[in-house]
């Protein structure tokens, strides 16, 4: 019978600040695994530097020859990683909390996120 394991785990918490991703991506090609998942439930910041950090980790990981997935994020880092068009690319699992559904990408045929309606002025000059 084939043996089973579950991927390791590494705990990503607190504010990630700019010097902070080096560290993160060698706990990721430490664990040594082909799957690493990335719990993100305690990172306490949604912006761009830890965007930054999780796709450092996700190039470590792809460079040693695996990936990682991204369990757990708050609701505001997952719509960040979503609306950045990181989400599938960092492994965005399912689960993850936000309560929210992908954006729509009207190009593939999918409702836009909003109507709009446009109006034309009877002054404007023509293009």
């Known amino acids: 019978m084939a043996e ?6 590494v705990v990503v ?11 993160l991506c060698d706990r990721v090609r430490d664990a040594r695994a082909p799957t690493v998942v990335c719990d993100v439930s305690g990172v306490t910041s949604a912006d761009l530097v830890t965007v930054d950090a999780l ?13 990682i997935r991204l369990r757990d994020p708050s609701p505001a880092l997952a719509l960040l990683l979503r609306m950045s068009g990181l989400a599938d690319a960092l492994g965005l699992e ?19 996120l909003a109507e709009v309606q446009e109006a034309v002025e009877t002054g404007d000059p023509a293009l």
């Open 4 to 9: 089973y394991s579950l991927p390791p785990v």
């Open 13 to 23: 918490a607190g504010p990630i600040r700019p010097g902070d991703a080096s560290a």
């Open 55 to 67: 796709a450092r980790m996700q190039l470590a990981a792809r460079r040693a020859g695996g990936r």
């Open 94 to 112: 399912d689960g993850d909390g936000s309560g929210g559904q992908p954006l729509g990408d009207a190009e593939e045929g999918e409702p836009p």
